[in-house]
């Protein structure tokens, strides 16, 4: 199992008059080469959900274990290197260094990495060329529309290789012609067996997924 | 390698914003360290002047003589009897030595040693130099009964083409008539002195000390160390008067402390401590305008400072937040955020001392106090760039908003 939460509960200013159950003793699996969306109304615990299969966030109670790591007991150096090497994020807002340009936006994994850099250019090329996004690596990010942010920003997600994608309502920030030419590069990811996790409103794109996760109050449903 | 491509990533593309922060940093630290300078080196001299000089000493405002002490005085008669009898003392005790023509004050310096120090008060501020000899030794006493032991000054040696261990017949403007054998026993190593024993009436200088005074009046020899100090030569510009040994006077211990005491009433002598309150006060009445505007521009430099921490803290925090999703750890961020800020003010915090201690070193003041000072300048401007980072410690605000 890729992902392997066990009663995951997540509590925020617990103990407190306004405590909130952001998850409340969910408890799920999730294989290799899934491609998963979560959805859920505001507030049910989607993100929360994401930040712990991100290593960003650990539970308060219960376990959630990625590629067989139990994040509550691992250290920050462990996380880290997770996150660089295993797991790649997609944001609605893109999360780009907007005064860069694409090829440095896309290279800052690497410098995180501690794998070699003598492939770093080949590496990036590759994702490049992938993402049919190659032209584009000298341009500034600000430049660029929100499809080809997109684009970059997944570019960025994958140069490292990662085994889980993780993506933060990927299309809420574009058109629907370029949220469907998005959700396609991610069905053409899943299918070189990737797993990739969408967290969405939009009911659409979760139907395009293999299973839909359903948040209600911080419990599955 | 890796920490400096990040580290890279820290600046904007072409690094203009940075460079007009360094400047402006720059640029506040050395206002604010000129502006503090007369501070700085008042608060300097002070303490130097404390651990080196003797703590029963009186000092003489230069140009407040003995007689016109006397004439103003308005104590009663028995103490201005005592006063008078002392000088009386003085003179008879001290041959040329004279009174109503007190300019001098006293402090120690180590027996033949290679370097000793000034320390001279004028015009309420206390100078304080080193005097380094070239050659010689300020202290040479072997027959010394025979001939006087002289240093003499560069400009001297370079007119006179005097050597050491020279023997030279110099009337020390005495007016008796009289010429005295002296032996060149140091020569300085600058030519501008701030005390001499005026040549006649020519410019080369001839520098004596303790042993000058021991031959003039050996009920002192008693081997203290002791130099005699004349006032500045801009004070003797400023005052139009003229020194001569005739106008020295010696103050020892007990008689010292009695001057001490007539001058509470008269108003005319300072204890050090005084010296340095007085000199404090009015380094600061002097510099008010420059530390009032220099104080001004510095806030708001560091107003202008503290924005554009804010704002590149922002910024930052989003850099930060894409960083800590692919993979960099709290600790990492944290260092490199600071190490960023730090090399902004380093470099022109750097170029800015290399560039003080030009205008300072004259005064040999660049000592502890004025690090710990600079320090603390540097840590008022690093601090809201700090403080910020601080907040923004782990990006957690801008991750969240992010996912």
Redesign the interface.
């Known amino acids: 199992m890729l992902i392997q939460c066990q009663a995951l509960s997540k509590y925020y200013n617990k103990g407190k008059e306004n405590e909130v159950r952001a998850l409340d003793a969910v408890t799920l699996t999730i294989s290799k080469g899934e491609l998963c969306a979560v959805i859920g109304p505001s507030g049910s615990g989607k993100t929360t959900l994401l930040r712990m299969f991100g290593c960003l966030d650990v539970p308060t109670s219960g376990t959630c274990r990625i590629l067989g790591v139990d994040t509550q007991k691992a250290n920050d150096r462990i996380l880290s290197r997770m996150r660089n090497e295993q797991i790649g994020f997609v944001l609605q807002e893109f999360g780009l260094i907007e005064d860069r340009n694409v090829y440095e936006n896309i290279r800052v994994p690497l410098l995180l990495s501690r794998r070699r850099r003598k492939r770093e250019k080949a590496s990036i090329e590759a994702v490049l060329r992938k993402l049919n996004i190659f032209e584009l690596r000298n341009k500034m990010v600000s430049q660029l529309s929100g499809g080809q942010k997109q684009r970059v920003a997944i570019a960025r997600a994958l140069v490292n290789d990662p085994s889980i994608i993780l993506a933060d309502e990927p299309t809420g920030a574009l058109d629907s012609a370029t949220a469907k030419n998005v959700m396609s590069v991610f069905k053409e990811l899943n299918s070189h067996g990737k797993t990739i996790i969408v967290v969405t409103h939009n009911p659409m794109i979760a139907d395009q997924c293999d299973r839909v996760l359903t948040l209600t109050d911080g419990r599955l449903s | 390698?890796?920490f400096l491509?990040?580290l890279k990533?820290q600046y904007?593309?072409y690094g203009v914003k940075e460079l007009f922060v360094m400047l402006l940093t720059g640029f506040i630290v050395f206002t604010l360290m000129d502006a503090l300078s007369p501070l700085l080196y008042t608060l300097t001299v002070a303490q130097m002047a404390k651990d080196s000089l003797p703590s029963k000493t009186a000092y003489f405002y230069p140009f407040d003589r003995i007689t016109n002490i006397l004439t103003g005085f308005d104590g009663d008669e028995e103490k201005r009897n005592a006063l008078i009898a002392y000088m009386a003392e003085s003179t008879a005790n001290s041959g040329a030595l004279g009174v109503g023509k007190t300019n001098v004050c006293r402090t120690g310096y180590g027996e033949g040693a290679a370097e000793t120090i000034y320390v001279g008060y004028n015009q309420d501020m206390i100078q304080y130099t080193t005097l380094p000899l070239l050659s010689g030794q300020w202290s040479d006493m072997d027959g010394a009964a025979v001939e006087i032991p002289v240093v003499v000054g560069g400009a001297y040696r370079d007119r006179q083409n005097v050597a050491l261990g020279d023997t030279l017949q110099l009337d020390f403007a005495l007016g008796n008539g009289e010429t005295y054998t002296c032996r060149v026993v140091g020569i300085l190593d600058r030519n501008d002195m701030y005390f001499n024993l005026s040549y006649g009436e020519s410019d080369p200088t001839v520098y004596s000390i303790a042993e000058l005074h021991q031959w003039l009046d050996n009920t002192h020899s008693d081997g203290t160390d002791y130099i005699v100090i004349y006032p500045t030569k801009p004070f003797e510009d400023i005052y139009d008067i003229e020194y001569s040994p005739g106008q020295l006077m010696f103050f020892e211990d007990n008689a010292q402390l009695n001057l001490l005491n007539a001058g509470e009433r008269c108003g005319t002598y300072a204890t050090l401590d005084d010296m340095i309150k007085t000199q404090i006060k009015r380094t600061v009445y002097l510099n008010k305008s420059s530390i009032v505007t220099t104080m001004a521009l510095f806030m708001f430099c560091l107003m202008g400072l503290g924005g554009y921490s804010l704002l590149s803290t922002v910024r930052h925090r989003?850099?930060m937040?894409?960083?800590?999703?692919?993979?960099?750890?709290?600790?990492y961020q944290t260092l490199l955020q600071i190490v960023a800020v730090f090399i902004m003010v380093a470099i022109p915090a750097g170029l800015s001392l290399m560039w003080i201690p030009r205008r300072l070193g004259n005064y040999a003041m660049l000592n502890g106090t004025f690090y710990a000072v600079y320090a603390v300048v540097l840590i008022i401007i690093l601090l809201p760039s700090t403080l910020l980072i601080m907040t923004g410690y782990h990006s957690s605000f801008e991750?969240r908003k992010?996912?």
């Open positions: 390698m890796r491509s990040l990533y904007t593309k989003k850099m937040a894409v960083y800590r999703i692919c993979g960099m750890r709290r600790a991750i992010e996912i």
